[in-house]
T-cell receptor, first 113, second 116 residues
């Protein structure tokens, strides 16, 4: 079945560490997105990518980095510069430039310990 | 900046009742709206969508109504069931045409609790 897979489901980070969240899709979607979700708030866009080897900052990109070396993969690195990284991170994909057919992964919960 | 918001953060209903979840948006250029359901610890799931050239769209047990005059969106769930308990988000495509690159703007969410 086609879908979008995020791993790990739970991730713990020590102060000062960089951690990388994985996002893989086999939907043949060109566009991929990373959102952050905090309790009581909507989803906020971190980074997005419309095609391989290209990505753009979203609304809250500071302290995060991404790469898009393959169409299927869009990993997110939470760097030590992100001062409040504890949150639920959601990856999504869609047909390039379109919002219908938007598909989300099951999320990664990151906690700073 | 412009954003999508929800009037009611929580909604409790009895099983079998109809539920109405509301959403206000402020960007008059938005041309497409989506409702998502998110269960605890999971990613959002698509429920139903509507384009700005429509006022109403029906799915299985769900109806979305769009009032562009007052920039209001609602989701109606008929015969609500305990399995409908979740957080419901509205989302909008804030730019008409092809310039939005698929970026959605999300509301805060409404927690729907269905009591047996």
């Amino acid at each position: 079945d086609g879908g979008i897979t995020q791993s790990p489901k739970y991730l713990f980070r020590k102060e000062g560490q960089n951690v990388t969240l994985s996002c893989e899709q086999n939907l043949n979607h060109d566009a991929m997105y990373w959102y952050r979700q905090d309790p009581g708030q909507g989803l906020r866009l971190i980074y997005y990518s419309q095609i391989v080897n290209d990505f753009q900052k979203g609304d809250i990109a500071e302290g995060y980095s991404v790469s898009r070396e393959k169409k299927e993969s869009f990993p997110l690195t939470v760097t030590s510069a992100q001062k409040n990284p504890t949150a639920f991170y959601l990856c999504a994909s869609s047909i390039r430039g379109r919002t219908y057919g938007y598909t989300f992964g099951s999320g990664t919960r990151l906690t700073v310990v | 900046g412009e954003s999508v918001g929800l009037h009611l953060p929580t909604l409790s209903v009895q099983e079998g009742d109809n539920s109405i979840i509301n959403c206000a948006y402020s960007n008059s250029a938005s041309d497409y709206f989506i409702w998502y359901k998110q269960e605890s610890g999971k990613g959002p799931q698509f429920i139903i969508d509507i384009r700005s050239n429509m006022d109403k769209r029906q799915g299985q047990r769900v109806t979305v109504l769009l009032n562009k005059t007052v920039k209001h969106l609602s989701l109606q769930i008929a015969a609500t069931q305990p399995g409908d308990s979740a957080v419901y988000f509205c989302a909008e495509n804030p730019n008409a045409g092809g310039t939005s690159y698929g970026k959605l703007t999300f509301g805060q969410g409404t927690i729907l609790t269905v009591h047996p």
